[in-house]
């Protein structure tokens, strides 16, 4: 690729094939191609078999003639993870949900042959009562969603570069190395008011600000895919779905401070967004986008991949670096800040990926138009992997100032099973709950900091009243102690003694001096430690301390867990009245602690008792009761 | 997770040495070598035993001690051997609160080990892994490559007994 006009001929080449992915679009006169057939191709999907779906669609395509006409496209994902494998058929936009492999002949014959949607393998809240296909951006789920970090996935195949430069890519890059400064490149992010979406929501402009001066032999430009908070898969998602977005801002960001070559730190623990990754790597690379000399601008920028290994830690900056140096992914401590002494110990600028996913657009369409999307401090949109106990779990983008009642109950469709909503967890390990007194609070860097939560890197997991808050503040310190690396003490042993104590309460034996006790050390903990793991490590207890202290208090004083998911303070028993001595119970005992004999009532021996809950779940009757 | 270390005898064929030595032989002199290097063998092996990390040390020109601190400190690198069909449940934060925990409780129960264990006949070994990400289909548990979601604990013994006929 010598010239943007070689860009604009590939794009000119390559547009007419999106054209049909629209509700409603009108097939182009030119092209044999009437249907478009889009299977998700992202993790959750591809779990439950779409790779079988889409080899079964080829069969059935080929033995009904229909090769030239239907086009099948593995895209990235369509966030409504809840209901996949998804498989959307435009242009009439239907959206078909849960879709196994057997469904597809009938689904080929009458949709594809005749032209009759298989209404009932539909997402049900598409079909309107006169029969006709209601627009996927009408639904509850992605109405009020705003897709820009994911404006690609679901859309195009992220293994064809020509579908990214049709609908813009690398229009960006080419706009920067052809009519900016590298300072003025600078100057447009920080005006956006764009922050990193990893986490901390620092400035990434100003981040950029501040290592562009650095004079050295090699800088580096790197992203930071070591998606490790439990729960969250926007990162991932957005390097399956649209690998190119993150390339090209990267290759932006380099020409922006003056670095040559990029790393992508991901995990090992994500094989699809790694192959995708290289094939958009290798395909830029043949297209000339990276490599030397980009748009004969004389600007070199090249991108490899380097491995994480299951290190959480890894996600901290300095500790990224160390482990991209080959050595144990432990954190240093700062000053000097990478944007100095990074990798290799030469300057470095280190963004998320969801944040360099932005870039191009707001290249492309300003920093303005950038800042009247989300709040004052807070622009542009926020990718969130809903999940835990809600209806359509999946992957959501929405404006920041957007409430969480707005993103619980209209996108995520309220909590499931009659259950009632009692909080969200934000930030992962690092992050807080939101009790549903706050479900008002919009979301944003700043109101999530002021009520004890943070935003985090997009992770946001529901719970019911069945969900103790000892339990996860426990859960969430289990994790912590296991990742802290063991270099600064705070950490190592603030964490472990913390979660000695919170043992000690979910087993009945703390004391009230316990809960105090714990409450000092947190603070203890994040006045001392050396990287972010250790001093947001405590936030989770701190932020359940604040919101349920009665909950704490409850299991201290009266040994008595009020959500009744503490094992040790629960005990199952079978009520005499009600059990019809159906023996359903004991047979699906896996531990044998039920006896009775039929039409008797049956009894629970509580020493052998495992407490698992099966007999809860299969008796009929309401018979079995936890106290 | 605490590292186990394999007191198994180690069995090599030349075939695996002969691709040890390439993947050796490509990193050479490259910086930040050692994690790509184990990542491969242990592709190759399955896991890292101690003469592996001997000869990855030797080969790339740094100390045992720093291949060793490596191969201990990421929880992706196994330092034992892993089951014919090794099984791995998730218990990242969205399956936990869905009752992961109680699907791992179940596979304890039957297969009579721990995680980070393998059965006496070398059929299954069991781990607790952090998110893989499928958390639309919560709660989750691999064996081998296929996934398997949406689980209540009484579908353990299915899936078990679909690999234990194999």
């Not at chain 1, 707001?362 to 807070?378: M, P, Q, R, V």
């Not at chain 1, 407490?611 to 309401?622: A, H, I, P, S, Y």
């Not at chain 2, 393998?118 to 958390?135: K, M």
Request: charged share 25%.
């Amino acid at each position: 690729m010598k010239s943007l006009a070689e860009l604009q001929a590939v794009k000119e080449r390559s547009v007419g094939s999106l054209t049909l992915r629209e509700h409603g679009a009108t097939p182009n006169p030119g092209s044999s191609v009437r249907l478009n057939v889009l299977v998700c191709g992202g993790t959750g999907c591809t779990s439950s078999h779409s790779e079988q779906i889409v080899e079964k669609l080829h069969e059935e395509i080929k033995a009904n003639g229909l090769e030239d006409e239907v086009e099948v496209v593995r895209t990235g994902c369509f966030g409504l993870c809840a209901l996949g494998p998804i498989m959307i058929v435009y242009p009439e936009g239907a959206f078909y949900s849960c879709v196994t492999p057997e469904d597809i002949p009938e689904i080929v014959a009458e949709h594809f042959v005749k032209g009759n949607i298989v209404k009932k393998h539909l997402y049900q809240e598409t079909v309107q009562e006169d029969g006709s296909i209601k627009s996927l951006n009408e639904t509850r789920f992605y109405s009020k969603q705003m897709r820009l970090a994911l404006r690609n996935c679901g859309v195009i195949d992220p293994e064809k570069i020509d579908e990214y430069i049709a609908r813009d890519g690398y229009q960006a890059l080419g706009k920067v190395l052809t009519e900016m400064k590298p300072d003025e490149v600078i100057e447009l992010v920080l005006a956006s008011g764009l922050r990193g979406r990893g986490g901390a929501g620092f400035p990434t402009g100003l981040k950029w600000k501040l290592c562009a001066p650095n004079q050295a032999d090699q800088k580096y430009a790197c992203c930071n895919a070591d998606e490790g908070d439990p729960g969250a898969f926007m990162d991932r998602s957005v390097l399956e779905g649209d690998p190119h977005s993150v390339l090209e801002a990267m290759a932006i960001a380099g020409y922006a401070i003056g670095a040559t070559q990029g790393y992508v730190y991901i995990r090992a623990e994500y094989p699809i967004a790694v192959k995708r990754l290289q094939i958009a790597i290798d395909q830029a690379r043949e297209y000339g986008l990276l490599g030397k000399n980009i748009f004969g601008s004389g600007f070199d920028f090249d991108v490899d991949i380097r491995l994480g290994a299951g290190a959480f830690v890894c996600g901290e900056e300095t500790a990224l670096m160390t482990s991209i140096e080959g050595k144990r992914g432990e954190p240093r401590v700062r000053p000097p800040y990478p944007a100095l002494k990074g990798l290799f110990g030469k300057p470095t600028v280190l963004n998320n990926v969801e944040t360099y996913a932005n870039i191009p657009q707001i290249i492309l369409k300003g920093a303005d138009w950038f800042k009247s999307i989300g709040t004052e401090k807070s622009s542009g949109t926020k990718v969130f992997a809903l999940g835990g106990k809600i209806t359509n779990t999946g992957l959501v983008e929405v404006p920041m100032g957007t409430t969480l009642r707005e993103v619980v109950e209209d996108i995520g469709g309220g909590v499931p099973g009659g259950h009632t909503f009692k909080a969200a967890q934000t930030g992962g390990p690092s992050g807080g709950c939101i009790p549903a007194s706050l479900i008002d609070t919009p979301i944003d860097f700043d109101h999530l900091a002021a009520i004890g939560s943070m935003m985090g890197s997009g992770g946001l997991i529901v719970m019911d009243e069945t969900t103790c808050m000892v339990d996860i503040a426990k859960f969430f310190l289990e994790f912590t102690v296991d990742e802290s690396c063991g270099k600064c003490t705070p950490c190592r042993v603030g964490t472990k003694r913390l979660l000695e104590i919170l043992e000690k309460i979910t087993s009945g034996k703390g004391t009230l001096e316990d809960i105090d006790r714990m409450e000092e050390l947190c603070y203890y903990i994040k006045e001392n430690s050396l990287c972010a793991l250790g001093q947001t490590a405590p936030n989770p207890v701190l932020s359940t301390l604040k919101h349920y202290r009665d909950e704490y208090i409850a299991h201290v004083t009266e040994h008595r867990c009020p959500a009744g998911a503490c094992k040790a303070l629960t005990n199952y028993s079978i009520d005499p009245e009600k059990c019809k001595g159906c023996t359903l119970c004991a047979r699906n005992c896996p531990v044998g602690a039920i006896t009775g004999k039929v039409r008797e009532p049956h009894v629970i021996d509580t020493d052998k008792c495992i407490k698992c809950g099966v007999c809860m779940e299969n008796c009929k009757f309401g018979a079995v009761v936890k106290k | 997770m605490q590292k186990r270390i394999s007191h198994l005898p180690f069995h090599d064929t030349p075939e695996q040495a002969q691709k040890l030595d390439a993947v050796i032989e490509s990193l050479k002199g490259q910086a930040g070598a050692v994690m790509p290097a184990l990542h491969q063998a242990q592709d190759i092996y399955g896991y890292l035993p101690l003469e592996v990390q001997k000869k990855i040390a030797e080969g790339l020109g740094v100390s045992l001690e720093e291949v060793f601190g490596v191969s201990t400190f990421y929880s992706q690198f196994s330092l034992t051997p892993k089951g014919r069909n090794h099984i791995s449940v998730c218990l990242g934060t969205a399956c936990y609160v869905k009752g992961s925990d109680k699907v791992l409780d179940r596979l304890v129960a039957k297969l009579g080990i721990h995680p980070e264990e393998c059965t006496e006949d070398g059929e299954f070994s069991l781990t607790a892994c952090r998110c893989i990400g499928a958390c639309g289909l919560a709660p989750v548990m691999t064996v081998n490559d296929e996934v398997y979601g949406r689980l209540v604990p009484e579908d353990v013994d299915k899936i078990l007994a679909q690999y234990a006929a194999k």
